[in-house]
């Protein structure tokens, strides 16, 4: 019992102890310069039991208020702080535009009414990303050497916490004692409470290393990892002796052509450079004294050319160096004829077009973005005036595409007009509107008039391109003019040409869309005809009709002649067609608007026959 009792003792001790302690220290990053808000995990969620609650940094084991509450009111305690925090809902606490020396524990502790106290701490870490790396590489030539020489500097700025720097040989990092390298590293605190980092590399020096390729990373913690910058990657001048020259020519296009830049160049292998001449051969004048010329080349530039070096150092060796230039160019193309071309309908053209080039060149013709014709003649045989109108002569180099030119030839198509009136034949009716069309083809453009029974009317006309006009005449006919001819004459200054559409009486028939003007609705002008015969069609269904119902109406007649006898075909006995009174009648009802195979007898009125009846009377009546 007495143990039970101890371990409750014990286990009520310890809940009191951790529950005023929050012994875990939660660790937050925040970026230099902006807001952090820092919550209070002491408060519970019942707050009314508090009497007093008081946020605190720690400096160096020493405790200092930020902001306090209690039964007094809220206070903004004096610290480094006071004019960066404020305190918001569940007593959090704010602090804005936060320095590198805000990095510090902070604590908040809760005061309850029944005298405990709970506190929870978080420690805030400040972060800043160094700036860009900067390398500096030595400033003067470096002589071959076994001995660690300075080869460049880097530094890095204003960076939190303290950055690092590693040095890279041809993306090989490079470390401190290692194949004779000296590294040397040097860290700043700026006023800011940032750190410059400076690192500076020593290394012996090879011929190989005029190629090499030096440069620093700086590499610094972030709340995600570890992040780094890289440097500018840079050469270091090395010396050693020229025992080879070479010449280079540099273009903008691996082809050169006419109008190009170009540049040569000439190199030794050692270093410094020697001093050069650059000649062109067979020319006694030296294009310059130094290692490069550069020009706009022309066809004439085409040739060889030499560069000589002379080496301080080597006077004994005769460096010498050429090569060839090939200017490719290409002319304007030249027509055998000058455009405009004029040619006479149903003669024939013969165009050629031809150009100076550096190589061979492809010639085509092209007509409405269409090539019509390959090599250098454009023929054409019996012109029309189909045949009228612009072609371009394109040249061009396969070997060098960019070089390319073309030459327009406009064709024009000499002759008599020809025209198209479209249809010969138009029905109409009196009183109807119709609008008759001609299109006229020819060079000179051919003017149009219209004429009716020999007389000119007016009509508006279009041009529709250099050989075509086309003419519109809207006519309201009358009975005078039906079966009369319109005349669509074209000419001009060679010659004239005619069409002609005859107005022709379309007959009334079931079929039009309308009726006849006489009744009153509208007549529907018919513009296209076809046969005559098909127009007929409708008075041909009419007569069938009529036919058959006389057929069947005679048919029904014979059929009740022949029912009661009175007409003698091949019965025993022959029946007279008496005189009968009204009271058996048969009555021949014809539906109009059924075929006359469907038309039915109807009995007439029924009286009681006597039995000793054999024939019975009809009345046959219309």
Partial sequence: MDVLILLSLCLLSWREVWGQHDHETKVETVKLGEKVTLPCRALSLDNTSITRLQWLYDNKGHHHKIYSTGPKGEFREESELKSRVSLEKNSMLVITDIQVQDEKLFICQVEEQNGKTKESRIHLRVYKAPGEPEITMSETGILVTDDAVQIAMCESKNGFPTPNITWYKNDSPLRNGQDAVQVNSQVTMESSGLFTVRSTLFSPVQKSDVDAVFYCEVSYNLPKGVHMKESQKKNITVYYMNTEVKLFIKSQSEKIKEGDTVELICEGNGNPQPQFTLYKKHNENPLTSDSSYRWNVSREDSGGYSCTALDV???????????????????????????????????????????????????????????????????????????????????????????????????????????????????????????????????????????????????????????????????????????????????????????????????????????????????????????RSEKSYGVVIVAVIVCILLLAILGAVLYFLYKKGRIPCGRSGKQDITKLGDKDKIVVEMKPDSPAEESVLLPGPQEKKQPGDQEKYMDLRN
């Fill in 313 to 531: 150092e080597n006077l004994d060796t005769d460096l010498k160096a050429e090569t060839e230039i090939h200017v490719h160019f290409l002319d304007p193309p030249v027509l055998s004829k000058e455009s405009p071309v004029i040619e006479v309908l149903g003669s024939v053209l013969s165009v050629s077009c031809q150009a100076n080039a550096s190589v061979q060149a492809e010639i085509h013709w092209r007509r409405d973005e269409i090539t019509i014709a390959n090599g250098p003649f454009l023929n054409i045989s019996l012109v029309d005036y189909s045949n009228g109108g612009l072609y371009m002569c394109v040249v061009d180099l396969p070997s060098i595409p960019v070089l390319m030119h073309s030459k327009e030839l406009q064709v024009i198509v000499k002759g008599r007009p020809h025209v198209d009136v479209g249809q010969q034949y138009v029905e109409v009716r009196n009183g109807e509107s119709v609008t008759a069309r001609c299109k006229a083809t020819g060079y000179p453009l051919p003017q149009i008039t219209w004429y009716i029974n020999g007389s000119e009317v007016n009509a508006q006309a279009s041009n529709v391109s250099n050989y075509e006009v086309v003419s519109e005449l809207n006519l309201l006919v009358t009975q005078d003019l039906i079966n009369e001819n319109l005349t669509c004459k074209a000419y001009n200054e060679l010659d004239y040409n005619m069409g002609y559409i005859q107005l022709q009486e379309r007959p009334v028939t079931t079929t039009d869309f309308g009726t006849s003007s006489e009744s009153g609705a509208t007549v529907v002008p018919i513009t296209n005809t076809g046969s």
